[in-house]
């Protein structure tokens, strides 16, 4: 059973729906312990990382993601949960839930002279790291294009935690790792047939003889 994490930050009608499109089992709760049994989680998020760590906080998910996280849990994280695993947010001097080691900064404090629209907006290919080993893409090659939205970009302090990348002016890493966490900045759910795909592999992690 998948377990869609509500904290009233995350775009959920849609993960709910690409999850019924592909028939797997899912529950959706604002509440940690209705999530306990699930073997897996989903992370979504959109809109300001102050508000969303206000949320978890309040809520009590913070806690359980860390906890799920060191249980080994399978978590996919999607654009702003994507973001907010990482330590610290330049979007509102947000520090965040420390699951990897990293920051979230803005294209235009990468970059200085940042010339392109921001927020990131519109379709990219991704260009695998290692190969495109991941389980997350297993099945899909990367020449397929995914739906990215948004102003901020992850960087992790150690960048072998990186799994697949895009271009838009700077490279900007669009899929991490770190053991059974799995955070992609591009929102699969909106992505078509390869986004779902993705999806796919996640519900069907462990399962199968496929890695989580």
Same mark, same amino acid.
């Given at each position: ?83 907010? &695993? ?62 990215? &939205?948004?102003?901020? &970009? ?17 490279? &900007? ?40």
């Amino acid at each position: 059973m998948v377990g869609i994490i509500d904290y009233k930050a995350g775009n959920i009608k849609s993960v709910e729906r690409a999850l019924a499109a592909l028939s797997c089992q899912y529950t959706i709760a604002d509440r940690p312990q209705d999530l306990e049994g699930a073997s897996r989680l989903i992370f979504p998020g959109v809109g300001d990382a102050r508000y969303a760590m206000e949320q978890l906080q309040s809520s009590g998910f913070d806690s359980f993601l860390r906890e799920s996280v060191a249980r080994q849990v399978p978590v996919l994280g999607i654009c702003l949960g994507s973001q907010i &695993v990482f330590d610290f947010s330049e979007e509102g001097d947000t520090p965040c839930l420390g699951l990897i080691p990293g920051t979230i900064r803005h294209f235009s404090s990468i970059k200085k002279d940042f010339s392109l629209k921001v927020p990131h907006m519109g379709w990219n290919n991704l260009q695998y790291r290692n190969g495109g080993s991941d389980p997350i893409f297993s099945g899909i090659n990367d020449s397929q294009s995914y739906y990215f &939205v948004h102003s901020y &970009v992850i960087q992790p302090e150690d960048e072998s935690v990186i799994v697949a990348t895009a271009d838009y002016g700077i490279t &900007v890493p669009a899929a991490v790792r770190k053991g059974s966490l799995v955070a992609v900045q591009f929102h699969p759910e909106k992505s078509g047939e390869p986004g779902l795909r993705l999806l796919r592999n996640f519900c069907l992690c462990g399962e199968g003889g496929l890695s989580c």
